[in-house]
């Protein structure tokens, strides 16, 4: 490349994030606990993370090496005594 150096910006798991995350992973939903005991060690041939981050987002889990993203989004419905 004639002498250039390309300088290649981090945007994954940043440490000014770094607490953040390790918070989402100890405090996770009950949809997300119950999803990531499904998926933790399985046999599915790829790797999966939980709480990763992308820039200043936290991704809930990511599937590697293909790139896939999983946000759950999960409406909790509390319901009065009648």
């Known amino acids: 490349m004639n002498g250039v150096v390309a300088m290649?910006?981090?945007?994954?798991?940043?440490?000014?994030?770094?607490?953040r995350r390790r918070e989402l992973r100890r405090e996770m939903t009950a949809?997300?606990?119950?999803?990531?005991?499904?998926?933790?060690?399985?046999?599915?041939?790829c790797r999966i993370r939980r709480q990763h981050g992308i820039g200043?987002?936290?991704?809930?889990?990511?599937?590697?090496p293909h790139g896939s993203l999983l946000k759950l989004m999960v409406r909790y419905?509390?319901?009065?005594?009648?």
């Open 56 to 64: 200043q987002y936290i991704v809930d889990f990511t599937v590697h």
């Open 8 to 19: 290649q910006t981090r945007i994954y798991n940043l440490p000014q994030y770094k607490e």
């Open 77 to 82: 419905m509390i319901r009065s005594p009648e």
């Open 31 to 45: 949809p997300e606990i119950i999803l990531w005991e499904n998926l933790r060690g399985s046999q599915m041939g």
